[in-house]
């Protein structure tokens, strides 16, 4: 875990690792469906959403499949947990997301008010990839990321291969960039 | 028309009147949707999309309708009009909203490549009435606004009564705050 981890964390180093070791888990899920969603057509982000360890809605990356720019995974998912729970917020939720969320999931999120994001590839990864995460926040805000992640729950945590959706999608040579 | 209007703007004065004109006409009728919208049980906002001169989709704010809170108006006209025109990419588009966009709307329009949004009631309109749009950029980015409006088409309008929506707000007893 690194230095953006949440500073609200007061567990014991075991319950930590215990923690992580979920973390990983439901990153590894979203790193997997941004994987399928790159064969399946669309882009290259997954994002999954999880209430008292029950994953309660998860998506791929949908802008070009439905036409729809707003649809990235982690907004898909986000409206999902919504509508299934039936409740416009999600106080108990964790947002996990293969890649740094850009600033329009981010305030998705904290809309929902979803107090934990945590995330596998850094926004420049995104960004080496041709997509234009960061240079949005900068143009909007004069930001390349967030500037207290900790208040807002924003935690990376390192998994294996967390640019697999990125190598997935250079490779696909039918891609619709976006 | 105040400072956060468009430094590309190199039409003649006459033009610039038929402009701000035809901007005012929009601008009120995305303000009449968000009165509109308060009495239909949504949020106190409203918002239109032009191309050419046509009105290409409008919404108001389906947060509580919908159970979703990525459901504001603005997002809900661009998805709209990216499904109506078979692209997720709006270019020649103009996005009027009776309030100024928060940062999840802003970067919504940067990714449909919306060069051009005008607004009517400032983001301290809404803070007042209760909503948290300038927290929310600030909290994310520790800017309450956009710092550079001018390069983002960002520009506000005066019309008469911005704050219409959220007298009707107030207004409504049974109103469902979220």
Known sequence: ?????????????????????TDKAFLRQAIRLAVTSVHNGGGPFGAVIVINGEVVAS????????????????????????????????PDATLYASCEPCPMCLAAAHW????????????????????????????LYGQTHPVRPQRLGLCQIDVEDPAAPFTAWHLKHDRQAY
């Not at 949908?62 to 999600?90: F, S, W, Y």
């Open 59 to 90: 998506a791929g990356n949908q802008v070009t499949l439905n036409c729809d720019p707003t649809a990235h995974a982690e907004v898909e998912a986000i409206r999902m947990a919504a509508r299934a729970l039936g409740d416009p917020h999600l």
């Open 112 to 139: 929902a008010h979803i107090p934990r994001i945590v995330f596998a590839a850094p926004q420049e990864t995104a960004n080496q990839a041709g997509f234009a995460d960061g240079n949005i926040a900068e143009q």
């Open 1 to 21: 875990m690194n230095n953006l981890s949440p500073d609200t964390d007061t567990d014991t180093d075991t319950d930590t690792d215990t923690d992580t070791d």
